[in-house]
Structure formats: structure tokens, C-alpha cells
């Protein structure tokens, strides 16, 4: 038979493990920041990998570059080795900035207490123009940059968002959501994604998207769009369409909403093959109700479906 106090001391034992925290290694801090010179049109190319980027347009002469690090929770070595492999290297000569993150990682780093941020932040003046390449990073740029004719954001998988004023952005992106919000019309939009979905308020004059699963939301348009998508639904509407414009909308099961000035006269043709079609605007309905040839005079409207639902309709308000 075991006895009481052998019985005792296991207990005491399985509690000091349980209740007692394993060690939280090393922790290392780097906070730098560095001052290069701008120019009118002079470009900023980022090239951050994991680390999340931060750009904005300030009142200022100078581009500034900070470096937000910290990592806890591993052993020395390795966070050491994390510090050095997020830590970007800059290449400053006549015509461009370059910032780039190493793109070797710094290995499996454990479990446990880990704490690991990384951070790149840019202030600079309105004339410089940024160019943003992340893997997994998240990219968030704000400010008015009246020469990024366009501002280029580039990712594998991280989140990207814009507010601000430009002419115009292109987006590449694998898997990250695109959020904008310009305070003025853009004169071009382009976006090409796999599974991301696409938020855009304030306008453009010419949208191209192209995303295979993502949602995609334009509000304030003011002339021609192509979007496609293969599962994601399609919600654009409008400020202004005039003749001569043209809308190309595709969809394989995703919903397509489209909402038009109210004076708007628009051609063209609604077309699906198991969806349902509801068309507020003059036309006619083919015999087996799968499309509607439309019957205005003015810009030309194509939206394709093989299951989503169409709906074409004006405007109700301002803010609709």
C-alpha cells in the first residue's frame, strides 16, 4: 500500500507544476529612426515581407523612417535572430528610397509566452510617391499623394487600406481584403486579387477588379467598370453615368446589386442562367426569364450570372 505522505508529495509535486509559469525567456526592443532626404516625384519602394507597414502624408521635408520592434517569450538566440531578420535595411541614392526587410525568417521560434510585433512606419511629404510590397504584413497608408499616378500596394495575404487622395491605385494581392476611402474621385482603380474582397467609398471614373471569392463594394462611381468574380457578391452604384460609358459585371454564384443615377437611360443586357432577375429600368423580359434586354439610350450595362441574383435599380438617395 502507498503511503499518505509518499501520496502527499506527489500531489505537492503536480501542483508546483501545474501552477508555476515556465520561464518567459528574452526580450528584445529595437526603436530606431532615421531621416532621408524627398524630392518631388522622388519614389518610396517598401518591401517589408511580414512586417505590418504604416505610410502617411505629413507636413514635413523630410522622409521618415521608423523601426517598432519587440519580441518576448523565447531564448536569446532566437530572439535575437527575430530582431535581425525583421529588421530593414535601407538603400538611399538619387532617385528612389528603399526599404526592404530581410526575406529570410527567423525560424520556428516555440510556444509559450511568445510576444512578437513588427512595425515600419513612413511619414512623408505629399510629392513623394510610395510603392508597398508586404507578404503577410498589413498595409495602411493615409494622406493625400497627389503624384502616385498610381499607388501600387502589393501582398500575399495581408489586410490593406487607403485613405486618403491620389489619380489612382492598383492593388495585386493573394488573400488580403482592400479597403478605400478617398476623399475624392479616383481617376483609375485597378484590382486584381484571388480570395480578397474590395471596399472602395469616395469614387473612381474607371474601375477594373478582378477577385475569384472576395466580396466587392464600390460606392460613387462616375463612369465605366469591369468587376468579375466567382463567388463573391457585387455591389456598385453610381453618381453619374453618361452615354458612352460602359459596365461589365460577371459573376458565376454571386449576387450582382447595381444602382444607377435616377435619370439614368441605360442599353445593354441582364443575363442568368438559374438566378432571378429584378429590373426597375425600362426593358423587356425574354420568354424563359432568364434575361433583359434593356431599353435606354445611354451607357451600356452587361452583367452575366450562372446562379446570382441580379438586381438593377435607381438610386434612392444621396446616400443609398
Known amino acids: 500500500m502507498r503511503s499518505v505522505r509518499g501520496s502527499s508529495l506527489a500531489l505537492a509535486a503536480l501542483a508546483l507544476l501545474v501552477t508555476t509559469p515556465p520561464l518567459r525567456g528574452a526580450e528584445r526592443v529595437l526603436d530606431t529612426t532615421g531621416r532621408f532626404p524627398a524630392a518631388v516625384g522622388r519614389r518610396v519602394f517598401i518591401d517589408a515581407g511580414t512586417v505590418d507597414v504604416h505610410v502617411r502624408a505629413g507636413d514635413v521635408h523630410d522622409i521618415v523612417v521608423e523601426t517598432r520592434l519587440h519580441i518576448a517569450g523565447v531564448g536569446q538566440h ?20 528603399r526599404i526592404t526587410v530581410p526575406s529570410e525568417g527567423a525560424g520556428f521560434l516555440g510556444l509559450g509566452y511568445l510576444t512578437a510585433r513588427a512595425r515600419l512606419g513612413v511619414l512623408a511629404p505629399p510629392e513623394v510617391v510610395p510603392d508597398v510590397t508586404t507578404t503577410t504584413g498589413a498595409v495602411v497608408v493615409r494622406g493625400v499623394f497627389p503624384l502616385a499616378n498610381p499607388l501600387m500596394l502589393r501582398t500575399a495575404g495581408g489586410a490593406m487600406s487607403f485613405e486618403g487622395a491620389c489619380p489612382a491605385v492598383d492593388i495585386h494581392s493573394t488573400g488580403g481584403d482592400a479597403t478605400l476611402h478617398v476623399f475624392r474621385s479616383l481617376e483609375r482603380l485597378v484590382v486584381r486579387t484571388s480570395s480578397g474582397g474590395v471596399s472602395l ?77 429584378q429590373c426597375a429600368l425600362p426593358g423587356t423580359l425574354s420568354p424563359d426569364a432568364h434575361s433583359v434586354t434593356l431599353a435606354g439610350d445611354g451607357a451600356t450595362i452587361l452583367v452575366e450570372t450562372a446562379s446570382g441574383d441580379i438586381v438593377l435599380r435607381p438610386r434612392t438617395g444621396l446616400v443609398d
Open 201 to 277: 467609398v469616395g469614387g473612381a471614373r474607371r474601375v477594373a477588379v478582378d477577385t475569384a471569392s472576395g466580396n466587392v463594394d464600390l460606392a460613387n462611381l462616375s463612369g465605366a467598370a469591369e468587376v468579375q468574380t466567382t463567388t463573391g457578391k457585387i455591389t456598385l452604384s453610381w453618381d453619374r453615368l453618361v452615354p458612352g460609358d460602359q459596365v461589365t459585371v460577371r459573376s458565376s454564384s454571386g449576387p450582382v446589386e447595381l444602382a444607377l443615377p435616377a435619370a439614368a437611360s441605360v442599353r445593354g443586357k441582364l443575363t442568368t442562367i438559374t438566378g432571378t432577375i
Open 78 to 97: 532566437k530572439a535575437e535572430s527575430w530582431i535581425s531578420a525583421h529588421t530593414p535595411a535601407t538603400d538611399d541614392d538619387d532617385d528612389a528610397l
